[in-house]
């Protein structure tokens, strides 16, 4: 899956990969989560235009929002299938820039933070596709979910999920729907190619979505993962000695 990512490179760096005519300024962004705004590409009247939208995915035809269970991610498996997201892969599909995402790998003792970006450096460009939700008194927020699909037996061994990316050869097939129809699109959703990502262990800090700085992505040390090895062993001690029952000291108790 895709649950936080990360933006680095320079406003105009991403305008001239993904072509869009708008020259938006926006900072470098380290721990980008859902709800959050955040920047798409899509396809409209023709030309690659720059979008701010809300990463929480609300189809159309949704009453409460409040009522209705956030979607930050779509299976490539079911997006043709799934009432949510069936006309947005038809007609709404767009791209979200990114320079690498976290994912959490679980181990016996706890989970473990991974910054995961392209071997090369390049900037990301997840696939995604995107609703307009209108509300009862005129409300309209344009939301967004970014699509995954089965990893491969590489990056398997950190989560069973990975978010699609698009390479830039492919934009144009990705995003317009009048000349790629959605069972074409549907052959685009696939895990990335053995050897196009690593990846590198990060602080636990990336859990809180309040921080945001570039030492977010920097790796762990020995001695850092260590010592979160052993903060995550001792509320489980803890807890044991709490329900261990005492000695007798042999006085005896009349109670």
């Known amino acids: 899956m895709c649950g936080r990512y990360i933006i680095a490179s320079s406003p105009e760096a991403l305008r001239r990969l993904f072509g ?4 938006p300024n926006f900072p470098a962004r380290y721990n980008v989560a859902p709800t959050q705004p955040v920047p798409v590409v899509i396809l409209e009247n023709g030309a690659r235009q720059f979008r701010l939208m809300r990463w929480g995915f609300l189809p159309s035809w949704v009453k409460d929002p409040g009522k209705f269970a956030l979607v930050i991610n779509a299976r490539s498996e079911t997006v043709l299938e799934k009432p949510s997201f069936r006309n947005a892969i038809k007609r709404r599909r767009c791209l979200l820039p ?21 071997r090369d450096g390049a900037p990301i460009a997840f696939a995604g596709v995107a609703e307009t939700w209108a509300g009862p008194n005129g409300e309209e927020v344009d939301t967004v979910a970014i699509v995954t699909a089965a990893a491969g037996p590489e990056m398997a061994l950190l989560h069973e999920r ?14 317009d729907g009048n000349t790629t129809d959605a069972d074409e699109a549907i052959m685009m959703l696939n895990a990335p190619p053995r050897g196009t990502f690593v990846w590198h262990e990060v602080s636990t800090a990336v859990n809180r979505v309040a921080n945001d700085g570039a030492d977010l992505i920097l790796p762990c040390s020995p001695e850092d993962i260590a010592i979160a090895e052993a903060a995550s062993k001792k509320p489980k001690e ?7 029952p005492e000695e007798d000291s042999g006085q005896g108790s009349l109670f």
């Open 238 to 244: 803890r807890a044991k000695k709490a329900a261990a």
């Open 20 to 23: 869009y005519s708008e020259h």
């Open 98 to 118: 990114a320079d690498g995402y976290y994912e959490w790998q679980v181990s016996p003792s706890r989970k473990r933070p991974f910054f995961i970006r392209r």
């Open 162 to 175: 990975v978010p699609v990316t698009i390479a830039p050869s492919d934009f144009d097939r990705w995003l």
